[in-house]
């Protein structure tokens, strides 16, 4: 007989993003052994989603039951555009006019640890239903948004004899961005401290990569004995079927704001502009990054794509015969680990990875080796690289077998 996993996620189909990626698939796979998951979201028309990827909803099986709730949404003041919405990384759509300083700032003081806090008090009371009326045992809370980790912290406080496991994907007050919201000495505190008591009260932790975890014992050293690191990964039947290579392409997947540092990378390739290749960038990027390219390389080599939903991205990855990968510059960058590297290792072409030497992303590449680390700045080696993979024709690399979403699973399992 099945148990019964409670999963809390604010990000759930039709959102998009690699965060609702990670859950839909884990709800695929536990079933089979023997875990009932049952999802706890928001109500669509009540939510703040950054993209939309309804080709996500096809992934959702049919026997998981999901349950949904209204919120309070505290985005409102973006209604007239939406698009400006930030986003779990904040990272394109950033306002710097003097109003948008003033949103941020707003947000980043009145609404800690995040505006979709709004959710919360109506989440709680459907979690406290379904774990009375379900029998549920064990609950998962998973972020960013942070403040969904506090509907887990309220909810061990009243129902104490749960399970709370919490999964935290990004860092919370280290990450890259937080400073865009300009918190006061107060503020910071305040998200600092329940930053801790997440981590000090879960009685399991999950995360994505080994320098998370670090960066989190280092604030609570004894949660390093609850801390289970388990990656993001690919679902291999995303993968499946023939797929044409027709010219020498090189994709970069994902946000590309003005913290991604990719001049080096257009110098080396600028030198190469005298080859036959297409730049293509799918997913959002800044009006200042876009301006950049062109000044480096011919516009007639250079796709701008948007946003594209799930398995478009992945027919994209899957027809490169390169695949870049930028590590936001940032004191945190080490262990920035984003979940499109992996489906980056299952595509199988050699990944170009510009980030620190000693990150988590560069040690799975050199790990699996699946491609090189750079420097940003190190355009004569990333140039040497791009002619030799230029000039030959290299086999597709097999996706390591470790990082497949159903061995993941497994992990999550043990957790449980």
Known sequence: MSRIVLIITYYWPPSGGAGVQRWVKFSKYLPEFGWEPVILTVDPQYAAYPVIDNSLLSEIPASVKVYKTEAEDYFAIYKNDRSKIPSAGFAVNQDNSFKGKILRFIRGNFFIPDPRKGWNKHAFRKACELIQTQGISHVITTSPPHSTQLIGLKLKKYLPGIKWIADLRDPWTDIYYYDQFYPTFLSRKIDAAYEKEVIRKADSI?????????????????AEAKTTVISNGFD??????????????????????????????????????????????????????????????????????P???????????????????????????RSILTGKLFEYLAAGSPIICLGPADGDASAIISRTGHGKVFSYNDSGSIREYLETLYSSQRELMPAPEEYSRKELTKELVSVL
């Not at 999950?206 to 004894?222: A, R």
């Not at 939903?309 to 960058?333: F, G």
């Open 307 to 333: 946003y594209a939903e799930h398995k478009a991205a992945i027919k994209y990855m899957r027809e490169s015969s390169v695949l870049l990968l930028i590590i936001p510059d940032h004191e945190s960058s």
């Open 206 to 222: 999950i995360t994505v990569g080994d320098s998370l975890k670090k960066l989190f014992t280092l604030k609570i050293p004894e």
């Open 236 to 305: 291999e039947e995303d993968f499946t079927g023939e797929v044409n290579k027709q010219k020498f392409i090189i994709t970069y997947a994902g946000t590309l704001s003005d913290v991604y540092p990719i001049e080096g990378f257009l110098d080396a390739l600028g030198a190469l502009n005298e080859k036959d290749f297409i730049l293509r960038f799918v997913g959002s990027a800044s009006q200042k990054q876009r301006e950049l390219v062109l000044t480096k390389i011919n516009s007639e080599k250079v796709q701008f794509i």
